[in-house]
Structure formats: structure tokens, C-alpha cells
């Protein structure tokens, strides 16, 4: 399952140096603190990215298609969806 950490990962991946000031915005406008781990979390920072600006919406797009893939693909192979 895709996590915070990933999405960070992924903003890095645009955004390079500037990343860690898009995160920040990102984790206040969804209430989080960056540090929860459960799906809750995942899916309220990918609705934060979703109303950002034009690439990090894009990143959204990505983010909630791979949560997608896993969801249909991988989680009902392990038991766990």
C-alpha cells in the first residue's frame, strides 16, 4: 500500500529541492503530522494535493492510481482487502 513516505518520495521526485516546503503545506491543509502510517492518512493528503497546484495534482493522480492498483491487485492476494 502507498504511504506518506511514498508520496513524499514522489514530491521529491518533482519538485527536487523545494519539496520539503510543498510537503509542509500539504501535511497542515490535510491535518496531519507526516508521521501516520494508516490509509486514513494516505487518502486525506492525496485530497490536499488534489486541489493544489497543476503538478502536484498530477502527482495526486498518480499516487491515487497506484492506491487503486493495490487495493484491486495485491491487498486481496494477501487477505487484507
Do not use: N
Amino acid at each position: 500500500m502507498p504511504t506518506l513516505a511514498t508520496a513524499r518520495a514522489a514530491l521529491t521526485g518533482f519538485y527536487g529541492p523545494h519539496a520539503e516546503d510543498i510537503w509542509r503545506t500539504l501535511l497542515f491543509s490535510a491535518g496531519l503530522t507526516g508521521e501516520e502510517t494508516d490509509r486514513t492518512a494516505f487518502g486525506r493528503l492525496i485530497s490536499a494535493m488534489q486541489v493544489a497546484e497543476p503538478m502536484t495534482r498530477l502527482c495526486a493522480r498518480g499516487l491515487a492510481v497506484r492506491a487503486a492498483a493495490y487495493e484491486r491487485l495485491v491487498a486481496p492476494m494477501k487477505g487484507t482487502g
